[in-house]
């Protein structure tokens, strides 16, 4: 199975490039969604984080505000460094769980993770491929403002918060570039499906012959 990671700034079109990757066959797992898991209340990611930001961090439901979380750590470096390094192996360790999960069942050719930080993590080489989404910074801007209902003050401090596109594309396999129309994303999307299934079938291939 090829191991695939999903990367890109925020507001730069990832869900939409994950939808059209799993449409195609394509086991998609988003790391958001995972870290969301792990801070449920009680669990031990959900016990550090209580421990050092304190109880103000929650609802009264006893989850943890997300977007007070937010708010805290795109504004705090050291405190966006403590958050990282509780959520990333944890995260990532859910990640390899599932991928032994899915060669077991050897159902998938191409397993995806969805997720804005692989490269700030320093994870990229755990996977085979990288793609890369971005989009001109006007429209990445407007569309954080637009989905996060953001004041352009506050969409600047997330984007400036995580590493830019310059210093991430060195890293990446694939570029798929979502500033402009769907059509042109689907487009773009489907090329590089069909070369990552080309690879898939070449490493299972490699792996056959060992």
Not at 136 to 150: D, F, K, T, Y
Request: include cysteine.
């Amino acid at each position: 199975m090829l191991l695939v990671a999903l990367t890109g700034g925020i507001a730069t079109g990832k869900s939409v490039v994950a939808n059209i990757l799993k449409e195609k066959g394509c086991y998609v797992q988003n790391a958001d969604q995972l870290a969301h898991e792990l801070m449920q209340p009680e669990t031990p990611v959900w016990k550090n984080l209580v421990h050092h930001f304190g109880r103000g961090l929650l609802k009264e439901d006893g989850s943890i505000d997300r977007e007070k979380l937010s708010s805290i750590v795109f504004h705090d470096e050291e405190e966006r460094e403590y958050l990282n390094q509780i959520t990333h192996p944890a995260v990532l360790e859910k990640i390899r769980l599932t991928i032994t999960a899915l060669e077991q069942e050897n159902k998938y050719e191409i397993y995806i993770t969805e997720a804005a930080l692989v490269i700030e993590a320093g994870y990229q080489d755990f996977y085979d491929r990288l793609i890369l989404t971005h989009c001109s910074p006007e429209i990445q801007l407007a569309r954080l403002i637009r989905r996060n209902g953001l004041t352009e003050e506050q969409a600047r401090a997330r984007l400036q918060a995580q590493l830019p596109d310059k210093k991430k594309k060195p890293y990446a396999h694939y570029l798929i570039d979502t500033s402009g129309s769907l059509e042109e994303t689907i487009e773009q999307t489907e090329r590089v499906y069909f070369r990552l299934y080309q690879e898939a079938l070449l490493k299972k291939i490699g792996q056959l012959v060992r």
